[in-house]
């Protein structure tokens, strides 16, 4: 949880006080981008002094947690926009387990997709959710070409996550890269001819 102040907060039960303690050494940029979208937030529901806003949460369950405990080899980040009523990102982190299924382990609802927000994530939430023994067992992190995600995770690795190598997502890099690089747009020739030579190529890239 985020409020007008940097803080974290873990709350053990509901009747409990939450233990708040010092969320990241923020940057100067960072810092004003944080308070310029609590500022934001916090005037768009009319809130009072007094009152918490709430930007990001992040959530996981036993069940998940102990795939993760038995697969935790390699972890894949992926983040999605409108996937909810106030259309806030939402990063996913996954696995998969010996049959090749997938499965999800961490769930965050993002205010945006800013540098310091990922921060957030791979330095507080990852070892304040995640135990530390099954954080030090993931070998390979793959994520998208996101800069201000992939620098964040560099950032965590060697500390939260000390055994870990960050790589690039191949689908990103080929499929997308391909749409974005190179144009198949040929009037005189059908669109089914080119979707199946679109696809010999990029299986020859992916082999």
């Not at 005037?43 to 947690?65: G, H, R, T």
């Not at 997308?176 to 010999?200: A, C, M, Y």
């Amino acid at each position: 949880m985020l409020s007008s102040e940097p803080t974290a907060e873990t709350y053990t039960n509901d009747k409990e006080e939450p233990e708040v303690s010092s969320i990241l050494d923020f940057n100067e940029r960072e810092m004003d981008k944080l308070k310029n979208n609590v500022n934001i937030g916090r005037v768009a529901m009319d809130l009072q002094k007094e009152q918490k806003y709430m930007m990001s949460f992040a959530w996981v369950n036993p069940k998940e947690i102990y795939l993760l405990e038995a697969f935790p080899e390699v972890v894949m980040i992926d983040t999605t926009e409108k996937t909810n009523n106030e259309k806030r990102p939402l990063l996913t982190a996954g696995g998969k387990d010996s049959h090749g299924n997938m499965f999800i382990f961490l769930r965050v609802f993002m205010p945006n997709q800013q540098s310091w927000m990922f921060r957030w994530i791979f330095s507080v939430v990852f070892p304040s959710l995640i135990p530390k023994h099954i954080l030090s067992n993931i070998k390979v992190i793959i994520t998208d070409g996101d800069p201000q995600e992939f620098l964040q995770i560099d950032n965590a690795i060697g500390n939260i996550l000390p055994n870990a190598t960050r790589i690039r997502c191949g689908w990103h890099i080929v499929a997308k890269g391909f749409d974005k690089h190179v144009d198949t747009t040929f009037p005189d020739i059908p669109s089914n001819v080119i979707n199946e030579h679109k696809g010999i190529i990029l299986k020859w890239v992916y082999s």
